[in-house]
């Protein structure tokens, strides 16, 4: 018998015309995204809980709506992060000590897509209280689809590696210091972090002191748009047919002291940068302020939010006994760097405003997204708060500073580094600009074509 040929799943664009055209149902929408599920997660390790029965329960729903033409997302499956209240579902954050009651309401993200005709088929493992950027914790692993040795990235790994794997052609991800450009970057996505205010946040008691925002990972920039424009209840209004000449910005030097940057890395960014200048925008290197003292507020928020995130979980009857010792470590830590004055609403917005200063001249920034490839998938817990405070830093010094900055970025894949796995650039534009930016990464996308799903999971099920 003759093997199905490689066929990566339909984009989310794709399935949504089938089911609004009538040639597709959302009931086999459903079956196809949980059958891919069923073949590749014990592998992968994308999915905290599977929503069998309810998401064959809400296609059957959907399946009866009077006019299927009029949803965007029309019989989509979609992945969820496991730190959004999903209606009737635990919200688990990653964490052994929290909580398994149902949450009472949908998150208003997650209401958009299913009003938009989503269906949400699981959600998604974390890392506890998404904190790090390798996704392992009591409750499960997410391993990149690439190199299942490797992490998928985090905090948004499991979305970021049930997207690579073709097990739905869209996730919902957050990102506070990277959490969605990094899994994106890592496993060969397209992940989109938009500024302040563009979509709701409301990620535990104030989304890392605004440092967090909602956005989507997804396998082409057409689809992360798409999903975009639903999450922020209107559409991102689109760049003229011709963009004027940008002024872009090159920086492919660490904001950390003393972390290295893969040679590779630097090449991918070194590539988009000469591309856009082949298009006709204005290229010149300049780096980011990244002062030593900015570092530090930023790692301030980092602990900060760690501590209320603790405090909050605890406060909801978290077991403190299976707290996992590297968070108490963080919140320990953070509350220290608050108390010496790293901290508070007025360095924040000192902060935010000199980030934000960048942009008083340029129009576009681009850097790689990560300093190398994705890093092991395993031993994180075991090893320790400060090896992965010095990994994290290591592995992503360059998305922290544009969530201090409540900016819009994104990361786009374009090449894989010598050991095979994915490398990724990072756009990044002024508050207002994730239209510009989709624009700049649909170019990127056009003149480096890229695997939609990762190596081995696009053939048929």
Excluded at 144 to 158: K, L, Q, Y
Excluded at 169 to 174: I, M, R, T
Excluded at 321 to 336: D, N, S
Excluded at 340 to 365: K, S, T
């Amino acid at each position: 018998m003759t093997p199905p040929a490689a066929r990566p799943p339909a984009t989310a664009r794709d399935t949504a015309a089938a089911v609004r055209a009538g040639t597709l149902t959302p009931n086999a929408a459903v079956e196809a995204a949980l059958a891919r599920i069923a073949a590749h997660d014990g592998r992968v390790g994308a999915f905290r809980h599977v929503r069998t029965a309810a998401a064959r329960a809400e296609a059957d729903a959907l399946a009866a709506h009077p006019d299927l033409a009029t949803l965007p997302l029309a019989g989509v499956p979609v992945a969820v992060k496991d730190n959004l209240p999903v209606a009737g579902e635990a919200m688990r954050v990653g964490s052994a000590a929290s909580s398994d009651r149902a949450q009472p309401a949908d998150h208003p993200v997650v209401a958009r897509l299913r009003a938009a005709g989503a269906i949400v088929v699981g959600l998604t493992h974390v890392p506890e209280l998404c904190l790090w950027p390798a996704t392992e914790s009591a409750l499960g692993t997410a391993r990149n689809p690439w190199n299942v040795a490797r992490t998928a990235g985090g905090s948004s790994g499991g979305s970021a590696a049930a997207v690579a794997a073709g097990m739905v052609p869209l996730a919902v991800g957050n990102d506070g210091l990277g959490s969605i450009r990094i899994p994106a970057a890592a496993c060969g996505l397209v992940g989109v972090k938009p500024g302040l205010g563009t979509v709701p946040a409301q990620i535990g008691r104030n989304a890392w002191f605004g440092y967090s925002e909602n956005g989507p990972l997804a396998t082409t920039v057409a689809d992360a748009a798409l999903m975009l424009a639903v999450m922020a209840g209107a559409p991102i209004a689109p760049p003229p047919d011709e963009l004027p000449m940008l002024r872009v910005a090159l920086s492919t030097r660490s904001p950390a002291l003393g972390v290295r940057v893969d040679p590779a890395a630097t090449a991918a960014a070194e590539r988009v940068a000469a591309l856009l200048a082949d298009a006709g925008h204005r290229l010149a290197r300049r780096d980011p302020p990244s002062p030593p003292l900015d570092a530090l507020h930023v790692l301030a928020t980092w602990g900060q939010g760690a501590a209320d995130e603790l405090d909050d979980l605890l406060a909801a009857g978290g077991d403190p006994a299976r707290v996992e010792p590297r968070t108490r470590a963080h919140a320990r830590f953070g509350r220290l760097l608050d108390k010496l004055g790293f901290g508070g609403e007025a360095a924040r917005a000192a902060l935010r405003a000199r980030f934000r200063a960048f942009f008083a001249d340029v129009d576009i920034l681009v850097t790689p997204t990560l300093a190398r490839t994705a890093i092991a998938a395993d031993g994180w817990m075991a090893g320790g708060w400060r090896r992965s405070v010095a990994a994290s830093v290591a592995f992503a010094p360059f998305p922290g500073a544009w969530n201090a900055a409540g900016v819009p970025a994104l990361t786009v894949p374009v090449a894989r580094s010598a050991d095979g796995l994915p490398l990724g650039v990072q756009l990044v534009g002024p508050p207002g600009s994730e239209a510009r930016l989709l624009a700049l990464a649909a170019l990127v996308e056009r003149a480096m074509p890229w695997p939609r799903v990762a190596p081995g999971y696009d053939a048929a099920v």
